[in-house]
């Protein structure tokens, strides 16, 4: 199984970016996907994740309304689209894909992990 996440990059405060995550070797629809994200210093920490069929969504409060996550089961992909970034925004992003739930997922259920890709909000 190989989730491989890209898009990140360094952006200015109140700009945008959008992350894609690209799953392979696992029934992608089949599995709820979500992303985590690490700073520096810190621990990994819940950021979105979304049902096998995108009905259930669960952000975490500190990116609800200005991060939106959404996936494409014909493409085996799932995206992170980020606006209105902030210099607290600046960590590594994961991918992440649970075989139970998107609920499980909020609650730190992962069953694999990708490599993460770095996003850098500057203000």
């Known amino acids: 199984v190989q989730l491989q996440a890209f898009g990140g990059g360094l952006v200015q405060a109140g700009g945008y970016l959008r992350l894609t995550c690209a799953a392979s070797g696992l029934s992608f629809s089949s599995y709820a996907l979500g992303w985590f994200r690490q700073a520096p210093g810190k621990e990994r920490e819940f950021v979105a994740a979304?049902?096998?069929?995108?009905?259930?969504?669960y952000y975490s409060d500190s990116v609800k309304g200005r991060f939106t996550i959404s996936r494409d089961n014909a493409k085996n992909t799932v995206y992170l689209q980020m606006n209105s970034l902030k210099p607290e925004d600046t960590a590594v992003y994961y991918c992440?894909?649970?075989?139970?739930?998107?609920?499980?997922?909020?609650?730190?259920?992962?069953?694999?992990w990708g490599k993460g890709t770095l996003v850098t909000v500057s203000s």
């Open positions: 992440a894909a649970s075989v139970v739930s998107s609920r499980t997922l909020q609650g730190g259920g992962v069953d694999y």
């Open positions: 979304i049902s096998r069929s995108g009905d259930f969504i």
